[in-house]
Structures are given as C-alpha cells and as structure tokens.
C-alpha cells in the first residue's frame, strides 16, 4: 500500500517504517511545500501528524485512499463525514498517549502551583526569587473535566499528591455510582453539574475532544464561577476555552493562571497578546510526544494499515457507519 505522512517528523517516520517493515510496507513524507496533487495522487493511506485540516479539497486528491488515519487521538481538523460518503476510513489513537499526556498535565499543573512563571530569565539562577511564593497541590481540589483514558490517568496521578479529584464527563452513569474511588475521583457528574462543580475546584483540567457541544465550554461564565486562586490547565483543543474570555480573566486577575499544551493556531505566533501574559504558561503541543507514546502510536497506525490491507477495518475506527453500508 501507499502511505503518505503529513508530519514533520522524522523520528516518527522511522518507527513507523519499523512497524511496517515486517508488512512489507514503507511511508513517505509529504512536503508541504511542493504541489500536494502529484504527492498524493497515489495514497492509499494518509497519516496525518501535523494538525492539518483535512477537508474535501485534501480527500479529493487521493482518489485511491482507503484510510486516513490521524496520529493522535483528536480528529476535529478531519471532515469525517465526507470520509463516511467516499468509503474512506478515518482511525485515530485514542489510548496510546495517556499516560504521557496526563503525566504532562501534572507537570503544567505543579509549574502553576510553584509559581516558576515569575521566576523565569536571570531569576532561575539566583537562590531565591523574592516576592515569588508557591503552593503545594496536596488538599487542593482539583475538577477533571473528561474522564476518558487521560483523565482518568490525571485522577490516578492527582490523587497520590494528595489532591481532591472530582470529575464531570459525558454518561457518568457507566462509571457505576459508588465506584468513584475505582477511577480516582471523590464524586461523578454530569456536563450539566459543572457550574456546580467550578466553583469548588483550585485546578481545573480539561480532557474533552473539541466538538459542537464542548467548543467554548470555558467562557466568561465559567471563569466568573473560578477561585480567583485556581489554575486552569488546557490539554485538550485550544477552542474547548473561549479565547477572549480566557485573555479577559487573565489580564484582570480573576484566576490565578492558566496553563496550556495547545493553542488555537499552531504554531503560536510569539507576538500573541496571550504569550505576553506573566500568569499564561504555553508549551508547544508536546504533551503526548514521548519515545514510549510514539512507539505506542505507531503500533496502532501499523497494525490498522496491516488491517486495512488485509479487508478488514482499523481497530480504532472513528466512522463505524461503514461498517453498515
């Protein structure tokens, strides 16, 4: 088969070609800087690393895909619909990179609570930083918004700092009432509890794919209900928080800070209002990007184009109508 990579990754590259190898199989890059139609003309897969939108004017220059398969687990730059409608399978990567992200998730987490923002140039070199005190995260309640495979590795993580975990996602029902301390949180609720729930939390992470129902979740509303000594901490979608709100609640103090992996163009352009912030922290969507999740993600993208190539579908299928036409 004839897979093309949208990535910048090298790195990538070669232990996705190690997967593929005993297959049979070998990837190629896609310059982004050449004329796209010649380069993927032939792809029967594409890869996608690199956040691109993935619309029709991309699909219809594979006339031959059969999957197209993101390198990660959110898959809202995809137009999955008409993926559905050309035959296309669309697969992502939903459990691969929880650990990585959630352990980056704490690590955004402890940087807020200690403060290091205000200690950054020439200050990280000296003893002590005067006027810059830290807290720690033990006692403080912290709402994980989007108990998936991450947030729930976020709960497990926050609770042996001896945190307060409280958790809101979508059908807490299949969490079992009365087995909250099986998923490392004190109390389940529903979406529509988190106004409910914002007011008593000192973090607030966010795991929840990008969509019509969480896109601004976090606006001006929610950033009224915040301790004006909470953090808030994005690993999702940049969009889940309304970017003006966010910037409003920062500048005027209304929360302490706010932590992100990800950010609404990227990459971020440095002269960003928000980059100029000394309670804003943003690092370059690197949170899933470990030597241990790579390895994991190109297992799952191998064996799906293994499974494709064989008549069968991706494991991790993201369009299951197909699977009924």
Known sequence: ????????????????????????????????????????????????????LIDRSIIDLCPKLQLLHQAGIGYDKIDVDYCTSKSIFVANIPLANAISVSEHTIFLMMYLAKDLHSADGSGL?????SGTLGHELEGKTLLVVGLGATGI???????VFGMH????????LSYKPGRE???FVEGIKEPSA??????????????????????????????????????LVNVARAAVVDREALFDALQKKRIAGAAFDVFWEEPADPKDRLLKLDNFMLTPHVAGWTAESVDAMAGIIAAN????????????????ELLRQ
């Open 194 to 231: 988190l106004s409910e729930s914002i007011p008593k939390a000192d973090f607030i992470s966010l795991h929840v794919p990008l969509n019509e129902e969480t896109s601004g979740m976090i606006g001006a509303k929610e950033f009224d209900m915040m301790k004006r000594s909470a953090f």
């Open 153 to 159: 590795e976020v709960a497990k993580r926050a609770s």
């Open 305 to 320: 184009i293994l499974r494709v190539s064989e008549g069968n579908s991706p494991l991790t299928l993201v369009n299951p």
């Open 125 to 129: 070199m000296i003893k002590r930083v």
């Open 181 to 183: 301390k099986s998923f």
């Open 165 to 172: 975990v409280i958790g809101v996602t979508k059908d807490p």
């Open 1 to 52: 088969m004839k897979i093309k990579l949208l990535m910048r990754s090298a790195a990538f590259k070669t232990i996705l070609d190690s997967k593929l190898k005993e297959a049979g199989f070998v990837s190629e890059l896609v310059d982004p800087d050449q004329p796209l139609a010649p380069q993927l003309a032939e792809a029967e897969v594409l890869v996608n690393g690199r956040r691109n």
